[in-house]
């Protein structure tokens, strides 16, 4: 852990830290964090930035949901390679203003970190005229499922129902307050980390992880695999009260877009881990792009929709 805090108050800082995450962080007291791989797996690694201003108001989010939706979106990246967590390193600007108030922040970390199994390596703190969080998260797998491996006649799956974070997002950029529950989606996203592995233990073949809005994010998977995509529009799972423009263009779902050669057992899925497996389309035999499909025939985006032009 270093700190560049100045003098004073950095190591109270570290201290309140260590002692409010108890268990949870592991081996903070050395200059860099040591971690024993787990024989035959390979490591997965990932890191994500989370920027007052640039990805979030404070205004929208307590600390500790702040906290919590940083290291999510990092953990979720793991869950895209079907990795299991193996610690996080929590790097942390902060305003004068955070520092009465770390401890906050610092739990909604916790919370993140504790939901995905894992424990805490170490960090960092400094001081920044905005907020920021940096989440290096280190994973391991036996066969991390990357977006390679789709390929024509695939089925395309996805998990949860999208569109609630875009419609939150929208009404907290306009100085509204979303429902609840739409709220509650953005603040309150799942990695799904768990359901990835044993998605992948079931045939899932290639994966990412919607971050960028289904639309953005099944044209990646086009891309990785010179494929195209058709979805049929009316069976993309849309959030309670939602459009489907929103659960179309809508980032930061945290939720899973997947290929499998052959069915993948959905109810089970649901049964299991109380979230919806949807097959939505399939790879087409030829074409590097996505489509929307209704009824077999391609359909233009819904209307104030751009994230077709791709
Ligand atoms: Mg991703």
Not at 90 to 97: A, E, F, N
Not at 187 to 192: G, T
Not at 225 to 250: K, M, Q, S, T, Y
């Amino acid at each position: 852990v270093t700190i560049e805090l100045g003098a004073g108050r950095e190591f109270d800082l570290i201290r309140q830290l260590r002692e409010r995450w108890g268990t949870l962080a592991v081996g903070l007291g050395d200059d860099a964090a040591v971690i024993t791989p787990v024989r035959g797996e390979r490591m997965v690694l990932s890191t994500d930035t989370s920027l007052e201003h640039v990805h979030f108001e404070r205004e929208w989010l307590s600390l500790a949901e702040i906290g919590y939706r940083a290291t999510t979106a990092a953990l979720s990246d793991l869950a895209a390679m079907a990795a299991t967590p193996r610690g996080v390193l929590v790097s942390v600007q902060l305003t004068p203003h955070d520092v009465p108030r770390i401890i906050e922040l610092a739990d909604g970390i916790a919370d993140a970190v504790r939901a995905a199994g894992t424990v805490i390596l170490g960090g960092n703190l400094s001081r920044g005229d905005v907020l920021g969080l940096t989440m290096t998260v280190i994973g391991g797998a036996f066969a991390p499922l990357g977006r390679h491996g789709a390929r024509p006649g695939d089925m395309l799956y996805v998990t949860g129902a999208l569109g609630g974070p875009a419609a939150a997002l929208r009404a907290l950029t306009s100085g509204e307050t979303p429902p609840a529950a739409v709220r509650a989606r953005f603040a309150r996203p799942a990695a799904r980390i768990v359901e990835a592995r044993w998605l992948a233990a079931r045939g899932a073949i290639a994966c990412v992880d919607i971050s960028d809005g289904l639309a953005a994010d099944a044209g990646h998977l086009a891309a990785a695999n010179d494929a195209a995509l058709e979805i049929a529009i009316d069976r993309i799972p849309v959030f309670a009260g939602v459009g489907v423009d929103d659960a179309l263009a809508g980032g930061e779902e945290y939720e899973l877009l997947l290929a499998a050669r052959a069915p993948l057992p959905h109810a089970e899925f649901a049964e299991r881990f109380g979230v919806a497996l949807t097959a939505i389309g399939r790879v087409a035999e030829s074409g590097k792009d996505v489509r929307l499909m209704r009824d077999g025939k391609r359909v233009a985006a819904p209307p104030g929709h751009d994230h077709f032009s791709r």
